[in-house]
């Protein structure tokens, strides 16, 4: 079993910053890959970033453009998403999620596991 934590979210101005922190409990944590989605109201669920078991990083380009970094850091079973450039349109609740299989593809259906997700809105 695999639980998932997320944290950092907030509310910040357009132009802020945000670090988002997702605390995972898998003793495989290191073989998994975790993926960054997004889900505003009444969108669907959005790819924002994953990163696979080899360290390998892939972004939605269309979605955050270079302004999000995607690191891990496995000795602290951590993943974290750091966003810059805040803009309204990416006011949505953030999830992440994990991937027994290590691809880190863009497809939610991959991800056996997610956490509740944390809030960011970023007002103008």
């Known amino acids: 079993q695999v639980q998932l934590v997320e944290s950092g979210g907030g509310l910040v101005q357009a132009g802020g910053s945000l670090r988002l922190s997702c605390a995972a409990s898998?003793?495989?944590?290191?073989?998994?890959?975790m993926g960054w989605f997004r889900q505003a109201p009444g969108k669907e669920r959005e790819f924002v970033a994953a990163i696979n078991r080899s360290g390998g990083i892939t972004y939605d380009v269309d979605s955050v453009k270079g302004r999000f970094t995607m690191s891990r850091n496995n000795a602290k079973n951590t993943v974290y998403l750091q966003m810059n450039s805040l803009k309204p349109e990416d006011t949505a609740v953030y999830l992440c999620?994990?991937?027994?299989?290590?691809?880190?593809?863009?497809?939610?259906?991959?991800?056996?596991?997610w956490g509740q997700g944390t809030q960011v809105t970023v007002s103008s």
């Open positions: 999620a994990a991937d027994s299989q290590g691809y880190g593809s863009r497809w939610t259906y991959e991800y056996e596991y």
């Open positions: 898998g003793r495989t944590f290191s073989a998994y890959a």
